[in-house]
């Protein structure tokens, strides 16, 4: 019998409180975007020439306070991230784990200096990448979390029966990374700083597809009349936001796909498909606040909320592909006969409690 | 929506450019800005309703902030012995909106308000580099210079997101910025042939307009007219 890891619960909860701080640090994020406050403090890492801890409070006005509580909410992360790693080594007697642990510290260090070279350096293409390890970030963290839980512990070791299909996890993998690759355009998008390059939906600009030549950009520009001055928007950022919303269709077609194969193959009670369509309800959300930014002419809490589903999609897409690596996928009968297999009886595989330790 | 060009060029004054930058059409309403009315620090500092400020039309439909320059001729940029661009920050709103200066001439921004404010120039053209500097209520006076031309390099303060101001960079001595009224005059320019430019962040598509002139000893005088957009 393989033998399982230890249970540890207040390890598993940790991880938890790291993963919920690390997702509420990316609203902040998002926040600081929307609200085009991410240079409101120009340098780092001291604030306003103050160590970034004893900033006074009277001083957290305007695109300030944004941006101050994005820095000391990441601190936050830090220092919880840094103290999971440290027992997880402590306490954890899997190597892999214990990598992961140090991995994480590393991931969140390197955002920690991203974060601040692109505020002294004023690059927002660092933004970009910021945003990109974020994500990455998140789903380490939720990863480290799940990896801690009684539920996964619970979980059988991976099937290798014959009749394994493995079909159903390189679609999840597959949705997975275009979810990733949306939030890499979105990321860029927000980190052009031109507020919304095509401002109506479902149409753009009234057509199918827009026109970008010189001459409608000027009259694109002219008409942008806002408080908020963003820079001109250019043909590029026009493409980019046609590509975002031709993406989520994508996505949102194989993400339909998924969770019909996953309650096809495992069942509609088993917990993969009840997650996968869980997801599915998300990416509709999250399409759905898509929409709602661009009819809201950017509000700041709606972007912001499509910055947070966008990260909630992409771990519980992460997560479902990391577990349905422990569970064993029947294959179709009809694909069985075909290559003349053995079939198994078809079985809802779902957490095994264990009393092993 | 083509530009026109009023056909009025006469003589003036000596060496001096004058004319009226004139809009034609009606343009949009401005949008009230309700960000800074509800900023507890810089809404106090209003006892009028606050509106963006993208048209500002005077009397006869004079348009004011629109960038007049000159292209020909021999003469080269004095900014460095100019005097300085004052950008000062009264209000929670940069003043002047639009302005220009030469290259390497000093901007100097200052903060009249009681709040912190940061400036941040957002240049485009290469050789000119993006700045970002906090200003404490108070605090001493922040300067800023560009080598490379640019039409409108955008200030803004990331504290206030409404904050914004436009500053052309011109490679010239001869350049102006139209009035409320709409008025602009260059002074001393040598005589000769130019082209003028007059260039409005949002009318007329937010392109140049130009218009082929000729400077004689007595100066001359250009009208410009500019199209607000078509109506929606």
């Not at chain 1, 929307?34 to 103050?50: I, N």
């Not at chain 1, 979390?145 to 493995?166: C, I």
């Not at chain 1, 408080?227 to 026009?238: C, D, G, L, S």
Request: charged share 15%; with cysteine; glycine share 8%.
């Amino acid at each position: 019998m393989i033998p399982r890891p230890a249970d540890r619960p207040w390890l598993h909860r940790f991880a938890l409180l790291t993963a919920l701080a690390t997702f509420v640090l990316i609203g902040i994020g998002g926040l600081v975007t929307s609200k085009e406050a991410g240079m409101a403090v120009p340098d780092w890492p001291t604030s306003y020439g103050y160590n970034m801890f004893l900033l006074p409070i009277s001083k957290w006005v305007g695109g300030i306070f944004f941006e101050h509580v994005h820095r000391l909410a990441a601190s936050v992360v830090g220092m919880l991230t840094v103290a999971l790693a440290v027992m997880i080594w402590r306490t954890d007697d899997r190597r892999w784990m214990r990598w992961l642990g140090a991995a994480a510290v590393l991931g969140v260090v390197l955002q920690g200096v991203l974060g601040g070279l692109r505020v002294v350096l004023l690059k927002d293409q660092i933004g970009i990448f910021h945003a990109a390890l974020a994500q990455m970030f998140l789903v380490t963290v939720c990863a480290i979390a799940l990896f801690t839980s009684k539920f996964w512990r619970a979980l059988p070791a991976a099937g290798t029966a014959a009749s394994d299909d493995a079909g159903v996890r390189r679609i999840l993998l597959f949705c997975t990374v275009l979810i990733f690759g949306q939030l890499l355009l979105g990321a860029t998008m927000r980190h052009q700083h031109a507020g919304l390059a095509i401002p109506d939906f479902p149409l753009a600009y009234h057509k199918v597809w827009p026109p970008t030549d010189a001459a409608s950009l000027a009259t694109y520009n002219q008409n942008r009349l806002g408080v908020v001055e963003y820079k001109p928007i250019t043909a590029f950022q026009i493409v980019l936001q046609m590509i975002h919303r031709l993406m989520a269709l994508v996505i949102l077609t194989a993400v339909a796909f998924c969770a019909w194969s996953c309650r096809r193959r495992l069942g509609g009670r088993h917990f993969l498909a009840k997650l996968s369509l869980a997801w599915l309800g998300l990416i509709l959300t999250q399409a759905l606040l898509g929409a709602i930014t661009i009819w809201s002419n950017k509000a700041a809490d709606i972007a912001t909320a499509h910055v947070v589903v966008g990260a909630l999609s992409l771990v519980t897409g992460s997560l479902l592909t990391i577990l349905s690596a422990r569970v064993s996928i029947p294959v179709r009968a009809a694909a069985l006969a075909k290559t003349g297999a053995r079939s198994e009886p078809f079985v809802t595989v779902g957490p095994v409690v264990s009393s092993a330790k | 929506m083509v530009p026109v060009l009023a056909a009025g060029l006469q003589v003036a004054s000596a060496g001096d450019i004058t004319g009226t930058i004139t809009l034609n059409g009606t343009p949009p309403p401005e949008q009230p800005n309700a960000q800074i009315a509800e900023n507890a620090d810089c809404g106090k500092m209003h006892t009028e309703p606050v509106t963006t400020h993208f048209y500002v039309v005077g009397a006869n439909k004079g348009l004011a902030d629109v960038v007049v320059t000159l292209k020909g001729g021999t003469a080269k940029s004095t900014g460095e012995s100019a005097p300085p661009l004052v950008l000062d920050q009264k209000g929670c709103e940069y003043i002047p909106y639009i302005a220009a200066v030469q290259t390497n001439q000093k901007i100097v921004a200052k903060n009249s308000d009681p709040v912190m404010h940061n400036v941040h120039p957002t240049p485009t053209a290469d050789g000119n580099k993006e700045q970002n500097k906090a200003q404490m209520p108070g605090g001493a006076d922040v300067s800023f210079s560009f080598p490379t031309a640019e039409k409108f390099l955008r200030f803004k303060c990331d504290v206030h997101g409404w904050m914004y101001a436009y500053v052309t960079v011109v490679d010239s001595p001869y350049f102006a910025v139209s009035g409320k009224d709409g008025s602009f005059k260059i002074a001393n320019v040598p005589p000769g042939k130019y082209t003028l430019e007059a260039q409005h962040r949002k009318a007329s598509g937010g392109k140049p307009v130009t218009k082929e002139i000729e400077v004689k000893d007595s100066g001359a005088v250009v009208d410009v007219t500019l199209d607000a957009p078509a109506p929606k």
